[in-house]
């Protein structure tokens, strides 16, 4: 049984985003989404330039890590198949080292509530995993574990992990939260930015709940 071409050709075009987008350079950062009627998992392929992607060359992979089809998969697939394992509401996975973000991930500093958006992260903040070597189940098993129940987290001295129920909604969630780092740490730039209350947030997450059904990326606000 082979993977959806569809899923193949996201992988390829959202990988081009990545670098069109700014979120990462050359081959950093990766991708899966998991076809959970197929049982198997399409992931970026290791040290491949986004540019040149195609989809015959995306790795195919069981949610054990197998190696089935493709490339080598990106050398992150732990924390790929960790994720799937431990969230069944979770369909794909974008990983960034986008820079905004991973200015806060080498402080070690959680992004508070400085501007609505935070809401798509499934929280009020984005925390900070502890830090572990690329690659290992040690980053896999406590990015997970930190992971809890929202929809991104910063990966100390690493990047951002963006979890979703599918590609569009997931990699929306890496872009928005980009943004929200890179205004935060403007704002910090040049004064103390005031936070939203836990009030105010509890009022944005509501709106989120409403828009989310009516769009297809749920978070074009
Ligand atoms: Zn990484």
């Known amino acids: 049984m082979t993977m959806r071409e569809s899923y193949l050709l996201l992988l390829c075009d959202y990988g081009r985003r990545l670098i069109t987008d700014r979120l990462t350079t050359g081959t950093g950062g990766n991708l899966s989404i998991y076809d959970r009627g197929r049982n198997l998992i399409a992931i970026t392929p290791s040290g491949k330039a986004y540019e040149q992607l195609t989809p015959d060359e995306i790795s195919i992979i069981s949610p054990k890590g197998k190696h089935i089809d493709g490339q080598s998969p990106s050398s992150e697939w732990p924390l790929h198949t960790a994720v799937y394992l431990e969230r069944p509401d979770i369909n794909a996975i974008v990983h960034t080292h986008s820079r905004f973000a991973t200015t806060f991930a080498i402080l070690r500093q959680p992004i508070p509530a400085c501007h609505y958006l935070i809401a798509v992260s499934g929280s009020s903040q984005v925390r900070v995993a502890p830090y572990a070597t ?47 780092a890179e205004l935060y740490y403007y704002a910090r730039a040049i004064g103390t930015p005031a936070l939203l209350t836990g009030k105010e947030m509890d009022a944005a997450h509501e709106r989120f709940k409403t828009y989310g059904s009516k769009s297809s990326s749920g978070i074009d606000l």
């Open 134 to 180: 690329f690659g290992s189940d040690e980053l896999a098993q406590q990015t997970v574990a930190s992971l809890e129940k929202d929809n991104c987290i910063l990966m100390a001295n690493h990047g951002l992990l963006a979890v979703g129920t599918d590609i569009h909604k997931t990699y929306n969630i890496a872009l928005y939260i980009e943004e929200v």
